[in-house]
């Protein structure tokens, strides 16, 4: 398996300029958490032997960018596209066909890989084991946008 890169994300550098101002910033974050804690060599590894030849895209950063482009609110393949068009935050992002590959090429051997390489990644992360209080302040309204549109295509779907 020949690839170019291994990382979900680039090295970001936060600057008051107000040049190369990016959204999805916050998004890089949970591929920087990937990439640090291993889930994305592991994803990387569950797709190893999944039968396609993987010469420009780490199979591990095509589906670490699914499941970031998902917990953005994505419901298609096509929404990969916004973080294609922030090439200086994520890099080199696979294109919907490739990332549908992916998709395609995860089978039950695949999938069994994948719930190791989490739970494995979810023991590293554990077994940390912080000192004192961790504290994460999410912003509610991403979270309740989604929902609602989820809602909206519920009720479209069966009025």
Request: overall charge positive; some cysteine.
């Amino acid at each position: 398996m020949k690839v170019h890169r291994s990382r979900s994300v680039r090295q970001a550098e936060v600057t008051t300029d107000g040049r190369n101002l990016v959204s999805h910033a916050g998004t890089a974050m949970l591929s920087e958490l990937a990439d640090r804690t291993g889930l994305t060599h592991g994803l990387s590894g569950a797709m190893a032997d999944c039968g396609i030849s993987w010469h420009i895209h780490d199979p591990g950063v095509v589906l670490t960018h699914l499941a970031v482009a998902i917990a953005d609110g994505a419901d298609c393949l096509k929404d990969i596209d916004a973080f294609r068009k922030q090439s200086e935050l994520f890099g080199e992002v696979a294109s919907v066909t490739t990332a549908w590959r992916a998709v395609k090429a995860t089978t039950a051997p695949e999938l069994r890989a994948i719930r190791k390489a989490v739970a494995k990644t979810r023991e590293i992360v554990w077994a940390a084991k912080p000192q004192g209080d961790i504290t994460i302040d999410f912003d509610a309204r991403p979270w309740a946008a989604a929902l609602r549109r989820a809602f909206l295509r519920l009720r479209t779907a069966f009025p």
